[in-house]
């Protein structure tokens, strides 16, 4: 079994976590500026088996497609292109983002530490993650 990467896309930056090898823990893996997040994709599957890219999707309240949903396409196709063999899933990732920075107001985390937007993008990345996952749990 491989394990599953969830990207957290933005514009300028991407988070990404991943899940131990037997898939039970999600865990924040890195963050990048989005051009490098593919190269950096491909130096980690030199190493590690990924069966599953998990790529947000941020929807608006309505369910309709957010602002950056093009870009993500794209980034998707790129994705694609690279890791034909590899399983890519879109998964719903409202509200992440406050989420996270909601856990690192409350776990303590300094105001300076909680300006490191990449901090936030990795740990949204861990969330969409761990939300992917319960959701395949309960829908097995």
């Known amino acids: 079994m491989g394990r599953l990467v969830a990207i957290d896309f933005g514009i300028q930056r991407c988070g990404l976590a991943c899940t131990?090898?037997?898939?039970?823990?999600?865990?924040?893996?890195?963050?990048?500026?989005?051009?490098?997040?593919?190269?950096?994709?491909i130096d980690y599957c030199k190493t590690e088996t990924v069966d599953t890219f998990i790529v947000g999707q941020p929807l608006q309240k309505d369910g309709s497609d957010s602002a950056v949903a093009k870009e993500?396409?794209?980034?998707v196709t790129q994705l694609q292109a690279v890791f034909p063999k590899h399983s890519i899933t879109r998964y719903d990732e409202r509200f992440t983002s406050k989420i996270a920075f909601q856990t690192l107001v409350e776990s303590g985390v300094s105001k300076k530490k909680r300006r490191e937007k990449g901090l936030v993008d990795k740990i949204s990345a861990t969330l969409i993650l761990q939300s992917y996952m319960s959701y395949q749990s309960n829908t097995l």
């Open 72 to 75: 993500i396409k794209k980034f």
């Open 20 to 41: 131990d090898p037997e898939q039970l823990i999600a865990s924040g893996l890195d963050f990048r500026a989005t051009k490098e997040v593919i190269p950096y994709l």
